[in-house]
């Protein structure tokens, strides 16, 4: 009997907590839990960044009405968190969005 070739192996896309996309050029600011800048400028239009919340201690996203944010794969409505276009969130130690100043 002749061996069997194995199936190529697939892999799976890999989740992330927290992931922007955006519609219209934005600005981003991602910050660690321990103060490192992560990532910060600007967004072109079409832009999608991933995270684990893990890796975030702070976000903030300029131009936020052209921006949509996917948290544990459930859209989060910006409005309630931005001031002047801008949302601001801390990510607590649970991984959960809370509004930051």
């Given amino acids: 009997m002749a061996p069997r070739a194995a199936a190529p192996a697939t892999q799976a896309a ?7 996309r ?5 600005w981003l600011e991602v910050v660690t839990p321990d103060g490192v800048a992560v990532e910060k400028g600007l ?5 999608e960044r991933r995270y684990s919340a893990a890796q975030v201690g702070r976000l903030t ?14 859209t989060v409505d910006l409005a309630p968190f931005a001031r ?14 809370v509004a930051a100043d």
């Fill in 43 to 47: 967004l072109p239009a079409g832009s």
């Fill in 22 to 26: 955006t519609s219209a050029e934005s």
């Fill in 14 to 20: 890999p989740i992330s907590d927290i992931v922007l």
């Fill in 61 to 74: 996203i300029g131009n936020a009405s052209a921006a949509q944010l996917e948290h544990r794969g459930r």
């Fill in 84 to 97: 002047a276009n801008v949302a601001r969130f801390a990510v607590s130690s649970d991984g959960s969005l």
